[in-house]
DNA sequence: TAGCCTATCTATAAACT
DNA sequence: TAGTTTATAGATAGGCT
């Protein structure tokens, strides 16, 4: 975009095309912030670079988005009864499936019926609509599986995120009920370690606590 | 970025604030698809604008993602056991993909049966039925959307959950401690717990995720 | 609400360190 | 392999329709 245009293609040269991956990646991470900001926007973005590393970026908290989701879900009352989290989950891949089914069954009847009526000319015409057919159904099977992906990393990220959180949080908590011990004080206040407080909500902050994983099995 | 600079924060004015969205979004799918292209990245971008609208782009084939995914789940393993529910979510997302996969087969294989016995000219009637089919894309597209959500909001509650457990074992360390402290023992197993390790640390998400608090409620 | 225009601002390709 | 520079292509804020 710069010394000179270059066209949209992959980039032959491997060096090339990693140095400008880095850039773009930035510039876009960049851009995707920006318009969560300005907006208001919530944004999950997933990046797998050609060597398969990954980069990710998402604008929202869990209960945010979740309730984002809430929202849309209600659009989809109508095909699924909303009830127990866990409940949805299996009875959407059922609806889906069986959707695909009638769908199915629906085409092959319209099929039988209209096909007949066809020049056999119509061959190569059909064959373009049926191919572009089949790579939506193709795209939209890509879809689920990145769909898997981009949801388990992302759940994946928060929950280490929290992790990080609670351990800080711990880690205060026992330095204050050590310093109450040292001095013969009771020990009152560590009820309060749970509730603890969310009051840094905004992204300001970048302070990440590089703790790892306390529970490394089992949870 | 133009008439004049503006200040990365949300903006005002409501209509403004909706007209930057539409160009920004479609700024950002556009440099996302062409860092895709020009770098073979595999890319997952999903936006709700602030009235709950989703827009998202990916780039992937569905064998390129199937395989990227095999290698970051067996990477994720290593951070966090598989729960069995994670284990179930797959199976059921390979479930699905294997439908529409024989689904998608069903279907050329009806095509290449009934074209042999087209006759008359009808393409009328085909662009009807093709119509018709691509309708049912849509709306398994939007089933899958649908799974999605519900997929993302289980997963939250399962956090939630998991984060839960966490705090228990938290809160016992503590009392551990407590007691500890008390009868005059040293503290010594408190060390792993805070300490832990920071070994996940090349971060493969620069971008500092902002999610937020993680006990809005106290949970 | 959706496009178009265009002056400016930003991103970035290429070169260099 | 990463940071810096620079010239230029691209993105877009504000206006207008």
Not at 77 to 85: E, F, H, M, T, Y
Not at 128 to 151: C, F, N
Request: aromatic letters at 4%.
């Amino acid at each position: 975009m710069t010394r000179r245009k270059i066209q949209i293609k992959k980039i032959d040269n491997t060096t090339a095309r990693q140095v400008t991956f880095s850039k773009r990646r930035r510039g876009l991470f960049k851009k995707a912030q920006e318009l969560s900001t300005l907006c208001d926007a919530e944004i999950a973005l997933v990046v797998f670079s050609a060597t398969g590393k990954l980069f990710e970026y998402t604008s929202s908290s869990v209960q945010q988005v979740i309730e984002r989701h809430g929202l849309l879900s209600s659009n989809f009352d109508k095909l699924n009864q909303p009830s127990l989290d866990l409940q949805l989950e299996s009875s959407t891949s059922a609806a889906l499936s069986k959707e695909i089914a009638e769908n199915t069954h629906e085409l092959r009847k319209l099929m039988g019926e209209e096909l007949q009526e066809l020049n056999m000319k119509e061959l190569q015409e059909l064959e373009k609509l049926l191919g572009s057919g089949l790579k939506r159904v193709r795209d939209a099977k890509g879809e689920i599986v990145l769909k898997e992906i981009t949801s388990l990393k992302w759940k994946g990220s928060q929950l280490m995120q929290e992790n990080k959180q609670l351990k800080q949080m711990a880690n205060q908590q026992i330095h204050t009920l050590e310093l109450e011990l040292e001095q013969g004080q009771s020990s009152e206040p560590i009820g309060d370690f749970i509730h603890s407080d969310p009051s840094q909500d905004h992204d300001s902050s970048g302070t990440s606590l590089k703790l790892g994983l306390a529970f490394p099995n089992g949870i």
